[in-house]
């Protein structure tokens, strides 16, 4: 289970959401590169970058900021947030991403993302961003009538191969992720998920961990870590002990 960064970025600066939240932004670092440097040093070896002003108005607006980290660092990196164009995809995959994450785009139909997953593979990502029982899009601004269940199951037949499920008012909060809902979706789905949403300490790490299932590939941690509450090396020793 691999424990990811996340570096979301507003105006340039790192930064923080709360539920999602854009009148509820806490600033964590004006040089988001350093940043990056840093949870490399630590031992990442996958970062979250999420261009948060893109994903609410879908048009990418920190494009050359995130350019700049994936340029300057050895990890991988997959990037999300605003990419609702085949161009955008090409763009950040020809400039060294791993792989893209999209999400408004990949409610569109299945049609047009089981064409953009033929032809990208694993490289596309598809984040399920849901708050109660509904899935949001649009950087979480707006609800769809769509279930989580309801979009993985879409996410399959388009032929996706990993997920990144959220749930929104867990996000940015520290109250610990949604466990019982990762769970459901691992143990009904063969597909691969990473778990985003409220990682508050150690101990979150260690129950994700005792899911103790392949398809659970890792996990976003974002404010916990900036506010170090979590500890990147700690982490990385429950989460990832084959590298020790």
């Not at 340039?12 to 854009?22: A, I, N, P, S, Y």
């Not at 867990?170 to 998920?193: A, F, M, Q, Y």
């Not at 392949?214 to 941690?221: A, D, F, P, R, T």
């Amino acid at each position: 289970m691999l424990i990811i960064p996340a570096i979301d970025i507003i105006q340039g600066k790192v930064v923080r959401l709360h539920q999602g939240d854009f009148n509820k932004i806490t600033f964590y670092s004006d040089e988001p590169i350093k940043i990056a440097m840093a949870w490399q040093e630590k031992g990442a070896r996958l970062l979250h970058l999420v261009d948060l002003e893109g994903a609410r108005d879908g048009k990418l607006k920190n494009k050359d900021t995130i350019v700049d980290i994936v340029k300057n660092i050895d990890i991988l990196c997959e990037i999300g947030g605003g990419i609702r164009t085949e161009s955008d995809i090409e763009f950040f995959l020809n400039t060294g991403a791993k792989r893209v994450v999209i999400g408004t785009k990949a409610l569109e139909g299945n049609a047009s993302l089981g064409r953009l997953v033929s032809k990208y593979k694993e490289k596309i990502v598809v984040s399920i961003d849901f708050s109660g029982g509904r899935v949001a899009k649009k950087g979480w601004q707006e609800e769809t009538d769509l279930t989580p269940g309801d979009c993985v199951d879409m996410m399959q037949e388009a032929g996706v191969k990993t997920i990144v499920v959220t749930d929104i008012r867990l996000d940015g909060t520290l109250k610990g992720p949604n466990v019982k809902r990762i769970k459901e979706i691992i143990n009904s789905k063969d597909i691969s998920v990473i778990a985003s949403g409220g990682i508050s300490s150690i101990e979150d790490i260690r129950k994700l961990k005792e899911i103790e299932n392949k398809n659970l590939e890792g996990v976003i941690v974002g404010r916990a870590l900036y506010e170090g509450k979590v500890k990147l090396e700690e982490a990385i020793k429950i989460a990832e002990p084959t590298r020790n």
